[in-house]
Structure formats: structure tokens, C-alpha cells
């Protein structure tokens, strides 16, 4: 008897998130960004230049999720840009494994001087119910969100929120898939191949600009190029190509549980050139990114 379909749970997650960490250059893409952009935008928030002698000035807040070495490279960027300022940084993310991964990290990184983290093991929800209810509304410097906000209940009013946590001169980052991503083709044109049990938002940057449009705050969209190789999905049995396709449709064992029909369907789907293009007999799937950096 075949098992029928269920969504991944959050261990089962971190699995098929690290399969395709291992075969994508999104890491790549977001180094990219980091190494281009991130400078000039952290130079930005220009009340950053307290120096470690004063010490009765307020520590930089920091806010985000827990894409732990994406955000200690944006740490660091904090400090060659502004020496000596101290951070507090906060980070809100419902997975223990992904707290547990962070911490980690942070024991590993005896570089990370005059830094203070403080882990919220919530939803981006729960905390923003925790912060009304204790009436601690703090206010950030910077607050990252990346690739978050697929699971979020209500975008607009978790953008609201969060837009609302800057500080003077603060600034948010969102990083979302792009519009000309693989992802947004499959989502708009092929949506019915994907399984009832991905709970997901279908969402893109074009979504998330047009919230920030409603709100009318300022913000700014940059792309960059991103690649996902997908070959292993294609080959019968491969336990690496089954992952991806868990990570990719939200469901365990997808090949395994899916009728063979919806199986044939979302790889045709995958192999179209609004998602994929083949390079030295490989597949690529398009992941391109769009990060956008919103004003105070």
C-alpha cells in the first residue's frame, strides 16, 4: 500500500533546506549582494557611529531570522563599516534547529566582538503578539527577513509590523524570490501540479512591492542571478533528487507518495524554460532573488 502524502515537519524540513543549500548558489547570490550592496546601505543608517568609549550610547538593535551565516556576514559588514559599535541583535525563528544551528555558529565565530544575541523561538507572529502584549516595542536599526515570508499568515500587516519596529534611519531588508525566478513560472502557470499539502504563499518581489506601495514607504529592489541544479530529480531512485523534490513541493517523500501522474506533471513542469535551462547536461532551475531595502 502506498503511503498517502503528508507536509514535512520542521525536522524533516531542515533536511530537504540543507539538500538545497548544497546544490544552489543562493548563499553565493546573497555573498554577491553583501559584497556590492550591503556596505553602502549599512553606511546608511547614519546614527550608527558610537564608538566602544561611549558606552552610555544604546548598542545598534538588530533584528532578523535565523539564516545564521547570512546573518553573522551582515554583522560583520556592521562592524567594518561602523568600528566599535556595539550590537544587540535579536532573532526571531520558530525551528530549534535552526536556534540550535545559530548558536552554534556564534560559539565557532570568536571574532564577533562586542555583540549580544538574544533567541526568540517564535513565529514572526507570535512575536509580534508578544511585543503588544508586554508592550515592549522596541526599536531597530536593521531588521532582515529572508525568505520568510512565504509562511507568514498576513504579509502586508507582518510588513506593517515590522516596518514599524525601525528606528530612525533604520532600514528593513526583505530578500524574496524574483519575478523572474523558476519559482514564480511554476507557481503562476503550473500551480496545479504542486501537492494540496504545500501550505505555502505563492509569493514573489512583485507582491512584496505592491504591499510597500499600499503602505507608501520608500524602498528599493535589486536582483541578483541565482541557480538551483535540479538534475537529481530527474533520476530514478536518487535519494538526493528526492529531497529536493520534498523541499520543492513541501511534502514527504514526494516521489514516493504522489500518484505517478502528478509526479509526471510537476517534473515536465520543472524541465519548461520559463523554470529550467540545461547547461553541460545538467538542469538549472532559477532561482534568481530580489532584495529590497525599505526606509524608515
Known amino acids: 500500500m502506498i503511503p498517502s502524502m503528508r ?12 539538500s538545497f543549500l548544497d546544490h544552489s548558489t543562493e548563499h553565493q547570490c546573497m555573498d554577491e549582494f553583501n559584497k556590492e550592496q550591503m556596505p553602502s546601505i549599512m553606511a546608511g543608517i547614519t546614527r550608527l557611529c558610537h564608538s566602544m568609549s561611549h558606552k552610555t550610547e544604546r548598542a545598534s538593535r538588530l533584528l532578523g531570522d535565523s539564516l545564521a551565516g547570512a ?14 559599535v556595539f550590537i544587540d541583535n535579536e ?11 545559530y548558536k552554534e555558529l556564534v560559539k565557532q565565530a570568536p ?16 512575536y509580534e503578539q508578544q511585543v503588544k502584549e508586554k508592550g515592549t516595542h522596541k526599536k531597530f536599526d536593521f531588521i532582515h527577513m529572508i525568505q520568510m515570508l512565504y509562511r507568514v499568515e498576513d504579509i502586508p500587516n507582518t510588513i506593517k509590523f515590522f516596518h514599524s519596529c525601525l528606528d530612525h534611519h533604520g532600514k528593513l531588508l526583505i530578500i524574496i524570490l524574483s519575478d523572474s525566478s523558476g519559482w514564480a513560472s511554476l507557481w ?11 501550505s505555502g504563499h505563492y509569493i514573489t518581489s512583485s507582491g512584496i512591492t505592491e504591499v510597500l506601495q499600499r503602505l507608501g514607504v520608500e524602498h528599493r ?8 541544479d535540479i538534475t537529481e530529480c530527474f533520476v530514478e531512485g ?26 509526471r506533471r510537476l517534473q515536465e513542469a520543472l524541465c519548461q ?12 532551475f532559477s532561482n534568481n532573488l530580489s532584495m529590497i531595502v525599505v526606509e524608515s
Open 91 to 101: 532573532i526571531v525563528e520558530p525551528n530549534p534547529q535552526h536556534v540550535a544551528a
Open 188 to 198: 503562476k502557470k503550473h500551480r496545479d501540479c504542486l501537492p494540496a499539502t504545500d
Open 273 to 284: 524554460p520559463e523554470c529550467s535551462s540545461t547547461r553541460d547536461g545538467r538542469v538549472i
Open 7 to 18: 507536509s514535512l515537519t520542521a525536522e524533516e524540513y531542515v533536511e530537504a533546506f540543507k
Open 71 to 84: 546573518d553573522l556576514k551582515m554583522i560583520r559588514i556592521l562592524q567594518a563599516v561602523h568600528p566599535g
Open 111 to 126: 571574532d564577533l566582538q562586542n555583540v549580544s544575541f538574544i533567541w526568540h523561538q517564535l513565529t514572526s507572529l507570535e
Open 221 to 228: 529592489v535589486y536582483e541578483f542571478p541565482s541557480g538551483w
Open 238 to 263: 536518487d535519494a538526493v533528487g528526492g529531497r529536493m523534490m520534498d523541499f520543492l513541493t513541501g511534502t514527504k517523500n514526494f516521489l514516493g507518495t504522489a500518484p505517478p501522474a502528478l509526479r
